[in-house]
């Protein structure tokens, strides 16, 4: 989905159509992105606008994907919708020439940048969905969405497993506040 500047009429121009599921597979398969799969096709809504240099794009992208819970290990699935409001610059308005260091802030990272006058959207696009995805995705169970956790609950902890285990003084104190969590008698020593 490469697009040139020269093929961006003056009042801009927009995209609205359905990408393969198969398109985004690749996608997240070229950057080892395995956490999830695209379960549908991406809708594209995208408004493309050009101001000399300056690209921007306005809209949406909307597409589902599957995953396995982070948590339960039970598959899900889930809708992804992404707002988009970016503006692409070249790349050499974002170099200093002869400056090997520079002190950059925030707002020297609010544009993306293009080179040779072509914008690859498909990599903007397949990134602004992977950043909006959770890190360790949760379904849709009570369980998970509570972020409950169950525990063993004939998990005994006896004086000799303390006994037994080489505990560093240091965590002496530590050891103890765990003891009295889980009910089990200090050790002397």
Request: glycine share 4%; aromatic share 10%; charged share 35%.
């Amino acid at each position: 989905m490469k697009i040139r500047l020269a093929e961006i009429p003056d009042g801009g121009f927009k995209i609205d159509e359905d990408k393969d599921q198969s398109w985004l597979k690749n996608q997240f398969k070229e950057r080892d992105f395995d956490l999830y799969e695209p379960t549908s096709s991406v809708n594209l809504n995208l408004r493309i606008r050009r101001f000399k240099n300056r690209v921007t794009v306005k809209g949406k992208i909307i597409t589902s994907v599957s995953f396995t819970c982070s948590r339960c290990t039970k598959e899900g699935k889930m809708p992804v919708k992404v707002n988009v409001n970016e503006a692409f610059l070249p790349e050499n308005k974002l170099a200093v020439p002869d400056q090997h260091t520079l002190d950059l802030d925030f707002k020297d990272f609010k544009n993306y940048s293009y080179s040779e006058d072509e914008i690859d959207l498909g990599d903007y696009i397949a990134e602004s969905i992977m950043l909006t995805l959770p890190v360790f995705p949760k379904c849709d169970s009570e369980t998970c969405k509570s972020g409950s956790v169950d525990y063993i609950e004939d998990w005994e902890v006896t004086e000799d497993d303390y006994k037994k285990a080489d505990v560093n003084p240091a965590w002496q104190e530590g050891l103890g506040r765990v003891q009295n969590m889980f009910g089990a008698k200090k050790s002397k020593k």
